[in-house]
Structures are given as C-alpha cells and as structure tokens.
Nanobody, 116 residues
Framework: QGQLVESGGGLIKSGGSLSLSCAASGIMGRAYATGWYRQVPDKERELVAMITRSGRITINDSMEGRFAISKHDVGETLYLHMFNLIPEDTAVYYC??????????WGQGTQVTVLP
C-alpha cells in the first residue's frame, strides 16, 4: 500500500531556509502527482506546491520565488525547499500523493515554526 512520512520540520528564524523530505515508499511510482500542503489552526489546508509524474510544477502564487519542490523517483522521496522564511509560513506541512482511482494519500505532517 505504501505510506508518506515527512521529516525536516522544526524551529527556524525568520529569513532562514529549511528543506522538508517526504519518504513515499510504495507510492511515488503509482502517483500521478505528489505535493505539499500546509495548515494552520482554524484555517483550511492550502496547497504549497505540486509536481506531476512528468515533472510539471505548480507553486502557490504567494510562495513563488521562495519555495521549490523536487522529487527523486528512484529514491521515492519528495522534497520541499523553503527560503527566506517568514513567521506566516508557520504551519504543519503535509505530504500528499494523488493516485488514479484512489483517495489522496497524506502523511502525518511535520511542524514548521518560523520565529520573528
């Protein structure tokens, strides 16, 4: 079945950089798209970035230029690279995989906290 496991979250000062990883063992090869979402309390989960199997990338307009997504198909790992972080980027970041004919797969989330 496979699962998504995020890592790399933590505390970071404003202006800093952080990279998240998502181990997508058993899923990456079956997904037509994988990506990252984030959520803060009392708000809906929002798309951060998505990459298709062919490598087409979509990034939330508000994060364009600061966030980048990449994947390593052989290693079945998805990455989110975040630069020039601001306190408003504080959220739980979730890995997502979309598989045709199945419900979306989600990781358990990793907390990113950006200090002023």
């Amino acid at each position: 079945q496979g699962q998504l496991v995020e890592s790399g979250g933590g505390l970071i000062k404003s202006g800093g950089s952080l990279s998240l990883s998502c181990a997508a063992s058993g899923i990456m090869g079956r997904a037509y798209a994988t990506g990252w979402y984030r959520q803060v309390p009392d708000k809906e989960r929002e798309l951060v970035a998505m990459i298709t199997r062919s490598g087409r990338i979509t990034i939330n307009d508000s994060m364009e230029g600061r966030f980048a997504i990449s994947k390593h198909d052989v290693g079945e790992t998805l990455y989110l690279h975040m630069f020039n972080l601001i306190p408003e980027d504080t959220a739980v970041y979730y890995c997502n995989a979309r598989i045709l004919g199945e419900s979306d797969s989600w990781g358990q989330g990793t907390q990113v906290t950006v200090l002023p």
